[in-house]
């Protein structure tokens, strides 16, 4: 069972830059980003693809957030710039040890372990 602790949610206005970290407890294939905002269903935000690094984002995202990883640390960072109130929502790491698919890289079924969520607030 692997364990992920997500940290850097908060309050911040809008234009504001927030980083999002998430450690995982064992090495994994994969990891991403998702988000679940006020009454809206769950949605992919951006994910990375462990051995090479491939990444992937969600259209509503590209150009502002950034995801990276720190393999050794078998950690993930979502550095998000440009942040308005639509990006409100809680944000979920997610893992996964199989094989990561790259043409399932934005599927939530393509993940088996999920964080707690951290709460991304952007108001004026």
């Given at each position: 069972?692997?364990?992920?602790?997500?940290?850097?949610?908060?309050?911040v206005q809008p234009g504001?830059?927030l980083t999002l970290s998430?450690?995982?407890?064992?090495?994994?294939?994969?990891?991403?980003?998702f988000r679940v905002a006020?009454?809206?269903?769950?949605?992919?935000?951006?994910?990375?693809?462990?051995?090479?690094?491939?990444?992937?984002?969600?259209?509503?995202?590209?150009?502002?957030?950034?995801?990276?990883?720190?393999?050794?640390?078998?950690?993930?960072?979502?550095?998000?710039?440009?942040?308005?109130?639509?990006?409100?929502?809680?944000?979920?790491?997610?893992?996964?040890?199989?094989?990561?698919?790259?043409?399932?890289?934005?599927?939530?079924?393509?993940?088996?372990?999920?964080?707690?969520?951290?709460?991304?607030?952007?108001?004026?």
């Amino acid at each position: 069972q692997v364990q992920l602790v997500e940290t850097g949610g908060g309050l911040v206005q809008p234009g504001d830059s927030l980083t999002l970290s998430c450690a995982a407890s064992e090495r994994i294939a994969g990891m991403g980003w998702f988000r679940v905002a006020p009454g809206k269903e769950r949605e992919f935000v951006a994910s990375t693809r462990w051995d090479d690094g491939s990444i992937y984002y969600s259209d509503s995202v590209k150009g502002r957030f950034t995801i990276s990883r720190d393999k050794p640390k078998n950690t993930v960072f979502l550095q998000m710039n440009s942040l308005t109130p639509e990006d409100t929502a809680v944000y979920f790491c997610a893992s996964t040890r199989r094989r990561f698919i790259t043409s399932a890289a934005r599927s939530e079924a393509s993940y088996d372990y999920w964080g707690r969520g951290t709460q991304v607030t952007v108001s004026s």
